[in-house]
């Protein structure tokens, strides 16, 4: 565990760039404030700069950035932090799946790469199974997490997306920042090298959008989201999601709606839509 080795650029191309891969571009720097802040001014600047199935890797990120503002701080060469540019070829309405899709993508590449029974916490939250539970988390742990953003780009032109994915690969028990996180390594991966992680998370995040574009950005149609639903972990527990305006809905998180949103049932027994929140898992009364 600890610090890895540099990330091979040439061989990752190699491997990436088409026509033999998928994407059409691939940079690595080796340091960066955050990726998805570096993409979204770029694309800003020039819309063409980062062309569809373009992605961007940070050796280090000195300022990563999760949802409603968190920080996301790793140990320099400890961890995979990259995001992709996707420029969706379906109606602005449906962008509300593309984080969702993109957990599912990441949880796919690490059960299959990593070797560990990855599971996704509604809306963003990658997580192993841990022995011990943590508040909020029960007997899991955050080893990963997604922040989607939407970039406006100037007037006639379709919006882009920068989907970041942050992953603890190799860190220590001493290395990471709060209790309720861990690394691949701690969680048991069967190895952690995260150019192998990279080329499968790559592949994994394709394979999801390309059946998400051919169905038109339909992602019930698609089959995806009962894909999505498999793999949350949030759905069938109880819950209390804080609400990013205040507030909070507490009670079983039941389904997925048709947009993606999280429906709880409140102890009321009503269904309660939820767009965006905190979600914690609770223990149910015994």
Not at 171 to 187: D, G, M, N
Not at 239 to 251: A, C, I, N, Y
Request: glycine residues 10%; hydrophobic residues 45%; proline residues 7%.
């Amino acid at each position: 565990m600890g610090v890895m080795p540099s990330l091979r650029v040439a061989e990752l191309r190699d491997l990436l760039l088409a026509p033999a891969g998928p994407l059409t571009r691939v940079e690595v720097v080796d340091v960066t404030r955050s990726t998805n802040t570096d993409l979204a001014d770029a694309l800003r600047a020039d819309p063409t700069s980062w062309p569809d199935a373009s992605v961007l890797v940070a050796e280090h990120q000195a300022e990563g950035r999760g949802r409603a503002g968190r920080s996301w701080e790793t140990p320099r060469g400890t961890s995979l932090t990259c995001s992709f540019v996707v420029h969706p070829p379906v109606p602005a309405d449906r962008f509300g799946w593309i984080g969702l899709l993109a957990g599912l993508g990441a949880v796919n590449a690490l059960r299959a790469t990593a070797g560990v029974p990855a599971t996704l916490k509604w809306p963003n939250d990658l997580l192993v199974p841990a022995e011990t539970e943590v508040e909020g988390w029960g007997a899991a742990r955050k080893v990963g997490g997604i922040l989607a953003e939407v970039v406006p780009l100037p007037a006639g032109q379709p919006s882009a997306v920068v989907i970041g994915i942050g992953i603890n690969v190799s860190q220590s028990l001493a290395e990471l920042p709060v209790p309720s996180a861990t690394s691949l390594a701690l969680a048991g991966a069967r190895h952690v090298d995260r150019e192998g992680l990279l080329v499968a998370l790559v592949a994994a995040q394709q394979e999801v959008a390309l059946r998400w574009r051919e169905s038109g950005g339909d992602a019930v149609a698609s089959g995806l989201a009962d894909e999505v639903a498999a793999v949350c972990s949030t759905l069938g527990t109880r819950v209390r999601v804080e609400l990013p305006g205040g507030g909070s809905v507490s009670g079983l998180a039941e389904r997925l709606d048709d947009d993606g949103a999280l429906v709880v049932v409140d102890d009321a027994g009503d269904p309660q839509r939820v767009l965006a929140g905190d979600v914690r898992h609770v223990r149910a009364a015994r």
